[in-house]
């Protein structure tokens, strides 16, 4: 039986399904995907403008997410 995160917070989710889990309609889905290790930041930038604000939490907190990754100096 799946858990209440749809398979999203599944490490070994592929690319793929972690792409269209994250358009899925329920919050606790796509909040399971914010977290998993293995959502790429493309994928994380798409649930950046997610209605739920928890959601956007989670991204926010994300490794891989861009505002949590050090820029160069010298670049914005």
């Known amino acids: 039986m799946a ?3 749809g398979g999203g917070e599944n490490p070994n989710a592929t690319l793929e399904i972690l792409e269209r889990l994250a358009g899925d309609e329920s919050e606790a889905v ?7 290790p293995n959502t790429p930041p ?3 930038e798409r649930l950046a403008g997610d209605e739920s604000g928890e959601v ?3 991204v926010a907190e994300h490794p891989n997410h861009a505002s949590r990754t050090p820029r160069a ?3 914005g």
């Open 30 to 36: 796509r909040g399971a995907v914010a977290e998993n």
């Open 3 to 5: 858990g209440a995160g």
């Open 42 to 44: 493309e994928t994380l």
């Open 73 to 75: 100096p010298g670049r």
């Open 56 to 58: 956007r939490e989670k």
